[in-house]
């Protein structure tokens, strides 16, 4: 780093190949136009990122989310470079896209590569067939794994997303989907547990069969450690010198510029989100006005907690000094009294303050909970 400002930039991609019955993120299969469309509103916001933050700063991370990033032609990625590649980066930005198993190529992996992305992340989501087909994913276990082999070998460092407590999952399946991506010697896995969401398909349309998914969190924080690849936060895994910067950015809150569709953000104690209808947010760039929908500022008490519940999912945990001085030491007080309430097991100390404990990052939700009801109280006063 060279003394400039340092910012993160999230961009959202919103288009996929098809809906899977359980996704809840602002995502749709494209009509005719709307392609293109986004990708010069996406152009004009980063025209406009650059003319506003970045004439004395740089980016430290970049990160093309969705949706499918890796589903936009080879076309619109050379029209995004464009714009992307006048964006001043430091030397050794971390710059990852999201992509699926059926839409990576030789050519884009190519040109992402002379474009300065160093990381994918891949949606596997499992190495068994069933469970993909119960899913509705496009790809199978065996596009999964030649998809893994062909970024590695385009030098991209991969990250693999991986599902479970998935409908007639089993412990054995679970770990054989975990057991071949690690054979694959991929440096990232992250895991999540299926939830079934209100807003998606299962939301109203609940599938059978669904198991519990503590046994196989604690078999991945388990199983995975011994592969080398350690639990730096509750749902990521890596190996030394793989973890996610720009993740860790949302979990430090430091400032994370925003483009495109229901994209969110953070700058200056800021949370902010973009309009999450396509129509909506392109209305607004096209005719220069802000394409922010929602936000908030946060202070005092909700301010300390969302950050301590933000640092506690991370094995860094609470920094009890830096905290102290970021947010106040009554609000240090006030959480490490809470956190005095609930069972020694589910912490541990580190050097400089304490931690989630395999067990308390197994029960996260309910000490979020917890924590936030600080907050709570404070709005409610
Ligand atoms: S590919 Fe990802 S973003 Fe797209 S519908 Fe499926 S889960 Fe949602």
Redesign the pocket.
């Known amino acids: 780093m060279d003394g400039k400002r340092e910012f993160s930039l999230y961009v959202h991609v919103p288009f996929?190949?098809?809906?899977?019955p359980?996704?809840a993120?602002y995502?749709f299969r494209p009509r005719s136009g709307e392609v293109e469309r986004w990708t010069d509103c996406i152009v004009k916001e980063l025209a406009a990122i650059r003319h506003g933050y970045l004439d004395d700063a740089q980016l430290a991370t970049v990160y093309f989310g969705?949706?499918?990033p890796s589903y936009l032609p080879l076309e619109q990625w050379r029209t995004l470079f464009k714009a992307l590649d006048a964006l001043p980066r430091s030397p050794d930005c971390e710059f990852t896209v999201e992509a699926?198993p059926d839409s990576v190529s030789t050519e884009k992996l190519a040109l992402w590569n002379d474009h300065g992305v160093t990381r994918i992340s891949l949606?596997v989501q499992s190495l068994d067939d069933d469970e993909l087909k119960r899913l509705a994913?496009p790809h199978t276990s065996r596009q999964a794994l030649d998809a893994v082999e062909l970024c590695q070998q385009s030098g991209f460092r991969v990250s693999a997303d991986l599902m479970f407590a998935l409908p007639g999952q089993t412990l054995r399946k679970w770990h054989k989907s975990l057991s071949g991506i690690v054979r694959t010697g991929v440096g990232h896995i992250s895991v999540y547990q299926l939830t079934i969401e209100p807003e998606s398909f299962w939301g109203s349309h609940q599938p059978e069969g669904l198991p519990d998914g503590y046994a196989m969190y604690r078999w991945a924080q388990y199983y995975l450690p011994r592969k080398g690849l350690k639990q730096y936060e509750i749902a990521s895994f890596a190996r030394e010198g793989r973890e996610s910067r720009h993740n860790l950015a949302y979990w430090r809150r430091t400032s994370v510029l925003a483009a495109g569709p229901g994209a969110w953000g953070f700058l200056d104690g800021r949370r902010f989100a973009h309009h999450k209808d396509l129509a909506a947010w392109a209305e607004a760039v096209e005719s220069g006005v802000s394409p922010v929908a929602y936000e908030e500022r946060q202070t005092g008490t909700r301010e300390a907690s969302e950050a301590a519940v933000l640092a506690l999912r991370t094995a860094e945990g609470i920094d009890c000094k830096a905290f102290a001085r970021r947010y106040g030491r009554p609000y240090l007080d006030a959480i490490v009294s809470k956190v005095r309430q609930m069972p020694s097991s589910y912490f541990c100390r580190t050097q400089r303050g304490f931690s989630l404990s395999p067990r308390g990052m197994r029960v996260g939700n309910a000490i979020w909970c917890e924590l936030l009801e600080i907050g709570e109280g404070e709005r409610q006063s």
Do not use: L, P
């Not at 996929?16 to 899977?20: N, P």
């Open positions: 996929c190949r098809s809906k899977c359980y996704c993120f995502s969705g949706g499918t699926n949606g994913r």
